[in-house]
Every structure is written in C-alpha cells, then in structure tokens.
C-alpha cells in the first residue's frame, strides 16, 4: 500500500478533461453552458458524471428529489466524509459554477482510490438537484430536501417557470431516485466552489476559507394597475404597473445604499402585460433578491422594502401581491472545518483568506446535518452566471489539492 499523504496531489490534466468534456454538455456558441435543472441536458450532464462514478466502481444512489450520491464500498454504514456540488447552470451560465466542485471531488475519490491511502471513513461526492433555482424555486433545492429542510412531497408539486413540475421532469429524465429523503447525515460535508465574487482575485490570494453563507430572501411582487391608451390617458389619472415597477427597482438599490455593509438588493427578474409600447402596464410580475450576512438587519430591509412598496403602491393607486420564493437564515461553518482549510491551504504553499460567501450554496444546506466547510478560488474579475466566467488552471489545480487533503484529515477521524 502506498500512503505519502504529504506529497499527494490530483491529476489536473485528467480533471481539466473532465471539466472541458462536462462544459461541451448543454454548450453555447459564447464558450458558456445552459443546463437548467432537470432539462434534456442536465441529464446528459447527470448521465456523464454517473458513468465516471460508476467506472471508478463507487456505489451509486439517487434519491427521491434526483440527488446522485456516490460513496466508496465500505463494509459497515460507517457516515463518510463527503464533498460534492450540482451540476444545473443558469440559462447562460459559465462552466465552473458548481461543475468545478463535483468533477473535483470525483478527482480526489479517483486519487485516494488510485494510490490505495486507507482512511478511518469512506468518502463521496455528491450531485445535488436544481441548485441554481433558475428553473424550479427555491434555488438548494436538492440539498435543502436532503438535510430535511423541505418536504419531498412538496418539492416534487413545484411547478417552474415553464409550468413543469419537479416529480414529472425528474421522472422524464430518468432520475426519479428509489432512496428516501432526508438523506442519511455525513460525517462531515466539504464543498470546493469558484467564488463567483472578486474578493480573492482582488487581494492576491488563492485559497478562500469560507466562514460562512449570507442569508437570502427572494419575493416575487405582482403590481397591478390599469392597462390603457399610452396617448389618451392623463399622466395625473394613470395607474401605471409600470412606473411602479421601475419605483421598486430604484427603492430596492436605495434601501441597499441605506443600509450598507453587506447589504444588497437586486431585482432581476420584470414581466410586463399586456407589453405593448402603447399601452400603460396593466401587471408587472417582479422578482426581489435581499442578502445579508446578518439576520437582524436582512430583516430590517425585508420590512423597509414592504413598507415603502406600500406607499409608492398607494400614491400610484395599484394593487400589490407578494410571494415568498425562498427565504434562508445566514449560515456560519463549523469553526474546526474553516480553521482545517486554512491550516491546509497554508501548509501546501497558498495565501489563505477567511472570507464569507454572497451566493447561496449547497454547503449551507448540508450545514443543518453536519459539520461543514467550503474552499473557495478566485473568479476572475469576479464574474459569475456569465459565459465569461473563468478561473486560472493553476487556481483550479490548487483547491483541488486543498480539498484533497482536507477531506483526507476529516475521514481519519474515528469519532
């Protein structure tokens, strides 16, 4: 048996091809990816990735909510270390986002297997459902079913933006899985991520231990007013949905402005109808993002948003209707997983930075069952859910090898 731990590192050529072979899945002509959940080419990218399981001869499981597990052979149910991400895009997304960490946890399986390193736990990686939320709300969906957070039940009625439902396209597809949800709980779940922020890039450094998630809050508003002649109608009788609209637009950015720190707003979604250029907008349907790494004050900007939504909806004289899509409290890491990235990080010859996560991300839904960490590397300019999304080979290569042999530290651990 050889174990040189120390020395131990992936093969980066080998996950480079993967990386480029899961990025031709779902393919722009702009070098980005689409591979909204639960689509024909997320489930060519699911079918790609489970045969690269399968041949490493990991056992594979899929769950009811389509989350894809797989685990090395172990003789008892001994809880494995595990590590992972999703592999769904955005519409026009890049090819790191979430592919980055599946395809190296797959790469650090593959390594510890290959030069026979015996460990106290088992490891494996997972592919989590419909992270993004483009398609299907709320956005963690999979692992958010997974750690218990939402009934499967409900989640499979979820009907996306096209009117598709959950359970129907996962049985589409084929990944409408046998095991129950939740799932069983880790010893310890890892994730490895792009920091899809310009934090790292900016300060020079490499490795980002991540301490923890902002918490999200996503409101969809419907406006309504009274669609009329854009030529005849007295701007002083007019009950614009759309001017209202583009007041909330603004009134989100100012609250951010307000609040400061890290507080940020953005609305990223408007639907006009009748959507005619000469008529007033009878309906607007429009979506509100809220982040903050503190509960407190993303509360207090989920208040100043509905009240002053409220007067700008009376002055107009237009109805206003809120839907919550998603809502998640921030999420701090466990203090031993952060301090054990960092101490590696440091050790294999790379700056190291705390630093906390403005995305949503698996790992914090995993968080509810069990110690948990994430590794960042740097976003080149910070540019993310964009074809343009890159990150340095060299960057690539490094949290790969951090993640390694973080998750080797945390499967030799017996208690």
């Known amino acids: 048996m050889v174990d040189s731990r120390v020395e131990m590192q992936i093969d980066f050529a080998r996950l480079r091809e993967r990386l480029d072979a899961l990025g031709a899945v779902g393919g722009r002509p702009d070098g980005g990816n689409s591979r909204l959940?639960?689509?024909?080419?997320?489930?060519?990218?699911?079918?790609?990735?489970?045969?690269w399981m399968r041949d490493l001869g990991l056992e594979v499981g899929v769950d009811r909510i389509g989350n894809i597990v797989a685990r090395q052979p172990w003789s008892d149910d001994t809880a494995p270390v595990m590590t992972g991400s999703h592999v769904d895009t955005v519409r026009a997304g890049g090819r790191y986002?979430?592919?980055?960490?599946?395809?190296?946890?797959?790469?650090?399986?593959?390594?510890?297997?290959?030069?026979?390193?015996?460990?106290?736990?088992?490891?494996?990686?997972?592919?989590?459902?419909?992270?993004?939320?483009?398609?299907f709300p709320p956005d963690m969906m999979g692992s958010l079913v997974y750690a218990g957070g939402l009934p499967?039940?409900?989640a499979l009625a979820t009907?996306?933006?096209?009117?598709?439902?959950?359970?129907?396209?996962?049985?589409?597809?084929?990944y409408a899985g046998p095991l129950p949800c939740p799932g069983p709980p880790p010893h310890a779940f890892v994730e490895l991520h792009i920091e899809q922020g310009p934090v790292l890039e900016h300060h020079g450094v490499t490795i980002?231990?991540?301490?923890?998630?902002?918490?999200?809050s996503w409101q969809e508003l419907v406006l309504t007013g009274e669609p009329n002649h854009a030529g005849t109608t007295p701007?002083?009788?007019?009950?614009?949905?759309?001017?209202?609209?583009?007041?909330?637009a603004v009134t989100a950015r100012e609250i951010a402005a307000e609040m400061g720190g890290d507080q940020v707003a953005t609305v990223g979604s408007m639907r006009f109808d009748p959507d005619i250029i000469n008529v007033i907008a009878g309906e607007v349907h429009l979506t509100v993002d809220l982040r903050n790494t503190d509960e407190e004050r993303l509360r207090q900007a989920e208040s100043r948003l509905v009240a002053r939504v409220a007067d700008l909806a009376a002055e107009e004289g237009c109805g206003v209707g809120w839907r919550r899509l998603a809502r998640f409290e921030p999420v701090a890491f466990d203090s031993?997983?952060?301090?054990?990235?960092e101490r590696t990080g440091t050790r294999l010859g790379h700056p190291v930075r705390r630093l906390s996560s403005g995305?949503?991300?698996?790992?914090?839904?995993m968080a509810r069952l069990c110690k948990t960490g994430m590794i960042f590397v740097p976003s080149h300019r910070g540019i993310s859910h964009n074809p343009a999304e890159h990150t340095e080979d060299a960057d690539l290569a490094a949290g790969a090898d951090v993640l390694l042999h973080t998750v080797v530290a945390l499967a030799d651990e017996r208690a």
């Open 37 to 51: 959940a639960l689509s024909d080419a997320d489930r060519e990218g699911r079918d790609l990735v489970v045969l």
């Open 97 to 135: 986002d979430g592919n980055y960490g599946v395809l190296a946890g797959l790469e650090v399986l593959t390594t510890v297997i290959e030069r026979g390193v015996e460990l106290a736990r088992p490891l494996a990686v997972g592919v989590f459902t419909n992270e993004e939320g483009a398609r």
């Open 152 to 154: 499967v039940e409900e």
């Open 159 to 174: 009907l996306g933006v096209d009117g598709a439902a959950v359970g129907d396209e996962l049985e589409r597809i084929g």
């Open 208 to 216: 980002g231990a991540v301490e923890g998630v902002q918490g999200i």
């Open 235 to 248: 701007m002083s009788l007019r009950h614009d949905a759309g001017y209202l609209a583009a007041a909330v």
């Open 336 to 341: 031993e997983v952060v301090g054990l990235v």
């Open 359 to 365: 995305a949503g991300h698996d790992a914090q839904m």
